[in-house]
């Protein structure tokens, strides 16, 4: 199993900057990607990004592009959302996700590739 834990959530005002962090324990071999998904109020969740745990290759998410930006430390089994110019849109329950497994990439986006899951960490963005 595999433990995930996100922090860094909080209150900031529109323009701002936020950095989430996701702390991974338990059987970290088995991650072969972490990645980031968002759930706004009365909406489905959805993928901000993905970055491969060995390669550091990432994906983001058109709507993110050019804000956001995924890195991760896998040293310290941690994965990193770097938010820029936040936008109200942006407020939401931020999740990050592992993969288990080699996935392809056209699956990326969906949250049945990932297999383990944390709480989440709660980002409101004031106008």
């Known amino acids: 199993q595999v433990q995930l834990v996100e922090s860094g959530g909080g209150l900031v005002q529109a323009g701002d900057s936020l950095r989430l962090s996701c702390t991974a324990s338990g059987h970290t071999f088995r991650i072969y990607a972490m990645a980031w998904f968002r759930q706004a109020p009365g909406k489905e969740r959805e993928f901000v990004g993905r970055i491969g745990w060995s390669s550091g290759a990432t994906n983001v998410a058109d709507s993110v592009k050019g804000r956001f930006t995924i890195s991760m430390d896998n040293a310290k089994n941690m994965a990193y959302l770097q938010m820029n110019s936040l936008d109200p849109e942006d407020t939401g329950v931020y999740y990050c996700?592992?993969?288990?497994?080699?996935?392809?990439?056209?699956?990326?986006?969906?949250?049945?590739?990932?297999?383990?899951w944390g709480q989440g960490t709660q980002v409101t963005v004031s106008s």
């Open positions: 996700a592992a993969d288990s497994k080699i996935s392809y990439s056209g699956n990326y986006g969906q949250q049945r590739t990932y297999d383990f």
